[in-house]
Nanobody, 120 residues
Framework: QVQLVESGGGLVQAGGSLRLSCAAS????????AGWHHQRPGKQRELVTI???????SYADSVKGRFTISRDNAERTVYLQMNSLKPEDTAVYYC??????????????WGQGTQVTVST
């Protein structure tokens, strides 16, 4: 069974930093394109950033220059470094990834989410 497990969320003051991790477990070959989404209270889930298999990245305008996505292919883990956090970054953050199974078929997976709360 393939799972994405997020960690690293918590409560931080405005201007602070957090680092989220998303680790893939199970019988998989690798992680291809992966991304982080967030869902603010009462809002739809939104894409924050993605990273492709070759390391290309893109970011939502609201987080450019503050957030950095990275990956460790050997550890099958994707990270989100969040700096200069603002109260409006408060949300549940979800990891999402395209993962090829040993059969060669690629599936899309979601993590369970981790809460990030930024206080003023």
């Amino acid at each position: 069974q393939v799972q994405l497990v997020e960690s690293g969320g918590g409560l931080v003051q405005a201007g602070g930093s957090l680092r989220l991790s998303c680790a893939a477990s199970g019988s998989i070959l690798s992680i291809r394109t992966a991304g982080w989404h967030h869902q603010r209270p009462g809002k739809q889930r939104e894409l924050v950033t993605i990273i492709t298999g070759d390391g290309s990245t893109s970011y939502a305008d609201s987080v450019k220059g503050r957030f950095t996505i990275s990956r460790d292919n050997a550890e099958r883990t994707v990270y989100l470094q969040m700096n200069s956090l603002k109260p409006e970054d408060t949300a549940v953050y979800y990891c999402n990834a395209d993962i090829p199974r040993l059969t060669g078929v690629t599936y899309n997976y979601w993590g369970q989410g981790t809460q990030v709360t930024v206080s003023t």
